[in-house]
T-cell receptor, first 116, second 115 residues
């Protein structure tokens, strides 16, 4: 079944550790996104990609980095985690628009990160 | 610049009553509009979208939304609310001509349906 997967679902980690949040999709989508969601609900785009070897910064500045070596995989890395990075991280994907009717984004379940 | 406003942080409604969750947008050119729902500790689930055509669009779980170009609104509606509809609802917009394909989300509205 075509889907988008995020691991881990929950992560508690100490300050200064390096972490990678995984995101994979089996829908063959070219576009992928990372959103950061505040405790107060609001979603902020932090990274996006049009396809392999394409990565762009989003609207909210983030100390994280991303890579897109394979179409289906869009991991997010924090080199040195800090308490201010505590948040929920949502990965999403959408199709390139051969047809504009396929323009909605599909989201993973999210990773809730807590840095202590 | 694109933006989305959801003026209500929370909407309370009794089960069986109609519900409306409001959304207004600002975008250059034609908009693509979306509604998503989020249950606790979950990702966002797509509900419905307006791309073109009929202003009234129907989506999952009995929800519908009406695109109003003159009022730049895309309010989410349901004729009869269920307790299980209680969740966070997000409106999102993208400009049809935006080559970045980025979705801009509203701040979210918490819907609480009481029995």
């Amino acid at each position: 079944e075509a889907d988008i997967y995020q691991t881990p679902r929950y992560l508690v980690i100490g300050t200064g550790k390096k972490i990678t949040l995984e995101c994979s999709q089996t829908m063959g989508h070219d576009k992928m996104y990372w959103y950061q969601q505040d405790p107060g609900m609001e979603l902020h785009l932090i990274h996006y990609s049009y396809g392999v070897n394409s990565t762009e910064k989003g609207d909210l500045s983030s100390e994280s980095t991303v890579s897109r070596i394979r179409t289906e995989h869009f991991p997010l890395t924090l080199e040195s985690a800090r308490p201010s990075h505590t948040s929920q991280y949502l990965c999403a994907s959408s199709a390139l628009e051969g047809s504009v009717m396929n323009t909605e984004a599909f989201f993973g379940q999210g990773t809730r990160l807590t840095v202590v | 610049a694109q933006s989305v406003a959801q003026p209500e942080d929370q909407v309370n409604v009794a089960e069986g009553n109609p519900l409306t969750v409001k959304c207004t947008y600002s975008v250059s050119g034609n908009p693509y509009l979306f509604w998503y729902v989020q249950y606790p500790n979950r990702g966002l689930q797509f509900l419905l979208k307006y791309i073109t055509g009929d202003n009234l669009v129907k989506g999952s779980y009995g929800f519908e939304a009406e695109f109003n170009k003159s009022q730049t609104s895309f309010h989410l509606k349901k004729p009869s609310a269920l307790v299980s509809d209680s969740a966070l609802y997000f409106c999102a917009v993208r400009a049809a001509m935006d080559s970045s394909y980025k979705l801009i989300f509203g701040s979210g509205t918490r819907l609480l349906v009481r029995p």
